[in-house]
């Protein structure tokens, strides 16, 4: 009867007890069932009532310990997405080292390192490299039946006949980048890879996404036509899982950290960083900004120097959108190529909700960054009909402004889905960022006014 009554799951049983795993254990065992059908004359209840007490205290013991085991493998809010974090930070890291290692070949003379794509827009030895550096990366730190990719590049033009030098180019870069993985905290190959394992990292990004699953997408140089002219750039990478981004990281060698500097081309501001005499701010250029969904914090990283090793966490500091919500004050964004965007209709949407300022006209997701760390309130991009927009164009910067305190959406105020394969499908007309909601819901209502007298 006492073993019946013990085993029972009912709170009211034991006073100043503790559900584990939907069992009470009593901190006072022995003395509830001492008292309970005491009898002082009876060795034998008292011998019993101890194998029970033991079986008892034994019984909790493993509860505990159990439970225990249960808490500790899960991981915190705040641990969550670590790992994947630190790696992706790391690897874009590694991968702004390699595209300025190429940048710097291409402005200073004209050879191989840029082709064309079968629709005219540029591809560079940088996004190949890229590609293959952070999938071999991504698969070594989290074994590759692990990794899913989707990124912009494949192997058609590297793997034609007369492709043998630009393949070998590519396969230098590479190993010339995870050369230095130890110097960014990473573990490179043992020895250098081969062109077929160069192939084979680059082509390993063929995975379409979708709603289930977790997979990663890579912008291996997001505004290529900014990178060959020495402008601005970035390497794009974020996770997706079950249609969510849930971390991005946005490399941007380029970005100056002196606001006022966006605005120029950057060969001016080399020119001038040349001329002007050295301060104690030697953080003059290039960054790396990450956020991880439900973090709240968007942060920020520099660039380590030629040679200089990085040490995690690479004095990051936390970076917020602005706090200007007057469309007179604000500051917005627009893609240069008119191709990808319509400025005449963005000129009447920004002058219909009293936009003074002159468009900043930036290469790149740079543009998210700008917003993301406050150097730009507003960013619209309006495609023409039939240009259908990409996820890797877009996921690593939205969930990097919405964590710095932003909002992205696309015209008619609903949610980017990043689930419905390699493209933003079901994107009404547009997609506008904002550093906040009042400037959103101005930007809604002035674009939902001018839509229909335009040819979009």
């Given at each position: 009867m006492i073993a019946t009554d013990l085993a029972t799951r009912a709170p009211h049983v034991l006073g100043n007890g503790r559900i584990i795993n939907n069992h009470l254990i009593?901190?006072?065992?022995?003395?509830l069932f001492f008292s309970h059908r005491h009898n002082s004359s009876s060795k034998r209840n008292l011998v019993s009532l101890a194998k029970f007490n033991r079986s008892c205290l034994c019984c909790c013991s493993s509860f505990i310990m159990e439970d225990q085991t249960k808490l500790d493998s899960t991981p915190s809010e705040s641990e969550k997405y670590s790992k994947e974090v630190e790696v992706a930070v790391r690897a874009v890291q590694?991968?702004?080292?390699?595209?300025?290692?190429?940048q710097g070949n291409l402005i200073s003379k004209t050879n191989n390192q840029v082709q064309s794509k079968d629709d005219n827009s540029p591809v560079t030895v940088a996004d190949w490299s890229v590609q293959a550096t952070v999938s071999w990366l991504l698969s070594e730190s989290f074994g590759s039946k692990n990794v899913s990719i989707v990124a912009e590049e494949d192997i058609q033009k590297?793997?034609?006949?007369?492709?043998?030098?630009?393949?070998?180019?590519v396969s230098n870069t590479v190993n010339e980048c995870l050369a230095e993985a130890p110097r960014f905290g990473l573990k490179g190959p043992n020895i250098s890879l081969g062109t077929s394992e160069v192939l084979e990292a680059i082509s390993r990004c063929n995975s379409t996404g979708g709603p289930t699953g977790r997979f990663w997408t890579?912008?291996?140089?997001?505004?290529?036509?900014?990178?060959?002219?020495?402008?601005?750039?970035?390497?794009?990478?974020?996770?997706?899982?079950?249609?969510q981004v849930v971390l991005g990281v946005l490399g941007c060698p380029n970005y100056p950290m002196r606001k006022e500097w966006l605005s120029y081309h950057h060969r001016y501001h080399r020119i001038i960083s040349k001329l002007t005499p050295p301060t104690s701010e030697s953080w003059d250029k290039g960054c790396v900004i990450y956020a991880r969904r439900g973090s709240g914090e968007a942060l920020m990283q520099p660039l380590p120097h030629v040679n200089q090793k990085l040490v995690w966490p690479n004095f990051v500091r936390p970076v917020q959108v602005s706090?200007?919500?007057?469309?007179?004050?604000?500051?917005?964004?627009?893609?240069?190529?008119?191709?990808?965007?319509?400025?005449?209709?963005?000129?009447?949407?920004?002058?219909?909700?009293?936009?003074?300022?002159?468009?900043?006209?930036?290469?790149?997701?740079?543009?998210?960054a700008a917003i993301a760390r406050g150097d730009a309130e507003i960013f619209m991009k309006f495609a023409r009909a039939g240009y259908k927009e990409k996820i890797w164009d877009h996921a690593a910067g939205v969930v990097i402004i919405q964590e710095a305190g932003g909002v992205v959406s696309d015209a008619r105020g609903r949610p980017l889905d990043f689930s419905k394969g390699i493209y933003l499908e079901g994107l009404d007309r547009g997609i506008i960022a904002c550093a906040g909601p009042k400037l959103h819901d101005k930007i809604i209502s002035a674009v939902d006014a001018s839509w229909d007298s335009s040819s979009l």
């Open positions: 009593s901190n006072h065992v022995g003395n590694m991968a702004c080292a390699l595209c300025q290692r190429v590297l793997c034609k006949d007369d492709a043998a030098g630009l393949l070998a180019t890579l912008d291996p140089v997001d505004g290529t036509l900014g990178f060959v002219c020495g402008d601005q750039y970035a390497i794009a990478l974020a996770l997706i899982e079950d249609g706090s200007i919500d007057n469309p007179s004050l604000a500051t917005f964004c627009e893609p240069v190529e008119k191709a990808n965007s319509s400025h005449s209709f963005t000129a009447g949407v920004a002058h219909s909700m009293g936009l003074r300022k002159q468009p900043l006209r930036v290469y790149s997701m740079v543009k998210y």
